[in-house]
């Protein structure tokens, strides 16, 4: 049986197109057509990617052996400012996808979240915006200044709300290809 997935990952720009039969992934761009060997696949990893408001993204991308890699997301961006969540399609896709790379190649790696660093960097900058935001907050109401405490409040409601997901969704950690993280398939209970 043939799975396919289609989706604009830009908002400028055509679709890619996506068929997966067997051991053989067929990626079109419209520009290239290319088909990739499954047992070629090094590393799949998944990840979320926060977006403009109610725009986020889980995005899955795959590196093979010889360092080429393909991606794609959760999203379809129908023009410049509307885009449209693609979750029962991603999801169903993403799960044929990791099977059939699985029973490719053993050995592939299937990864979840940022690599450590880049995730271990975001976590700090993170608290260390607001640990700084609650000091400016902390002063503001020290200083009589309480217009600037509640907009710094709110500030740091907005960051909280963009920055936690981002921190906890993007956990490094390994993951079965049979049983991939839940809270990065959208849809999925």
């Not at 660093?117 to 002063?139: D, E, V």
């Amino acid at each position: 049986m043939k799975q396919t997935y289609q989706h604009s990952p830009r908002p400028v720009g055509g679709p890619i197109s996506f068929a997966l039969k067997g051991d053989r992934l067929t990626v079109d761009s419209g520009r290239k057509v290319q088909e990739v060997r499954l047992g070629a696949v090094e590393t799949v990893r998944m990840t979320y990617e926060p977006g403009r408001l109610a725009q986020s993204a889980f995005r899955t991308r795959v590196t093979m052996k010889d360092g080429k890699t393909f991606t794609f997301t959760s999203l379809n961006w129908k023009n410049l400012v509307q885009a449209e969540q693609m979750t029962d399609e991603y999801r169903a896709f993403t799960q044929q996808l990791l099977s059939a790379i699985a029973r490719a190649n053993p050995d592939a790696r299937f990864m979840a979240g940022k690599p450590w660093g880049i995730w271990f960097f975001t976590s700090l900058l993170a608290a260390g915006s607001l640990l700084a935001m609650a000091y400016l907050i902390w002063r503001a109401f020290q200083m009589g200044a309480t217009n600037v405490a509640l907009l710094g409040g709110l500030f740091a409601t907005v960051g909280i709300w963009q920055i936690e997901p981002m921190v906890r969704l993007n956990k490094p950690r390994p993951f079965r290809p049979d049983a991939p993280p839940v809270e990065l398939l959208p849809g999925a209970s």
